[in-house]
Every structure is written in C-alpha cells, then in structure tokens.
C-alpha cells in the first residue's frame, strides 16, 4: 500500500539532525550524525548545508569542526526547518486547459489543498524546542 504522506529523506535528515543539534552542547559533525541517523554522512552533509545556507544552522571547518544551532529552538518551527530542505508547500491542480473531471466537485481541490493546509498549519505549530 503506498503511503498517502511521506517525508522525503532529506526532510527526514533535516528535522532529525536540527533536533540531535540543537540538543548538543557542541558542534556535531555528520560522520558523528551519520551513526546516530543511519544515513550517508555525504547526504547528511548536503542537507545541513541547505540549513547553513537558511541561517539554522552555523557550520565549523576542521577535525573539531561540524555543526551548531545557529537559532533560538523556541522561535524555529518545524515547517521552517521543512521548508529550508524542502521549499514551500504548495498545491499543483489541474490546468485550466487540461480540465477532464467528470463532475463539478474537484477531488484535488478539496481534498489535497485541505490536507495540505493542515500539514502546514501543523508543522507551524511546532517548535523546535518541543522535540528537545
């Protein structure tokens, strides 16, 4: 059976790895990451970039090098940290010159632009420090 929602790896890596962070009292680098997560410190090292490059994260070259918050946990939320990986939920339907539903009531419309919706609010509403 497919799953309906699913984060993808790289999301995954993102909110697990801003949570092992944030909770560190010193840069973690993504060899250390790697073990803890199970996935390819290159992977790893790639996603966090896009963290650094969002300002979540501050990143330090060198043997005692890796990575630190670089926010406050209570000012961050999920979908920040989603969005840094993943960019902006947004709903794709139908195109107006493609239109071929049979009935007047559009099941993407409805259905997927509210789950959508409710993944967003969701992901707002859950800070950082709450997973710490």
């Known amino acids: 059976m497919a799953n309906i929602i ?6 995954a890596i993102g909110l697990h790895s801003m ?3 944030a909770k560190s009292n010193k840069p973690i680098n993504a060899i250390q990451l790697s073990k803890k997560l199970g ?4 992977h790893i090292g790639k996603v ?7 300002g979540l994260l501050t990143s330090y070259r060198g043997p005692r090098g890796g990575f630190s918050i ?5 000012e ?18 139908c195109a107006p010159d493609s239109y071929i539903c049979p009935v007047n009531k559009c099941v993407r419309k409805n259905l997927i ?10 992901m707002e509403s859950q800070k950082l420090s709450e997973y710490l």
């Open 19 to 21: 949570m092992l962070i």
């Open 70 to 74: 670089a926010v406050d946990p209570k």
């Open 6 to 11: 699913n984060f993808s790896d790289a999301a």
């Open 76 to 93: 961050v939320s999920l979908y920040d940290i989603y969005c840094s990986i993943e960019g902006k939920s947004h709903v794709k339907l």
């Open 39 to 42: 996935n390819s410190k290159h």
């Open 48 to 54: 966090l970039q896009r963290l650094v490059k969002d």
């Open 113 to 122: 632009k509210r789950l959508s919706d409710e993944f967003v609010s969701f």
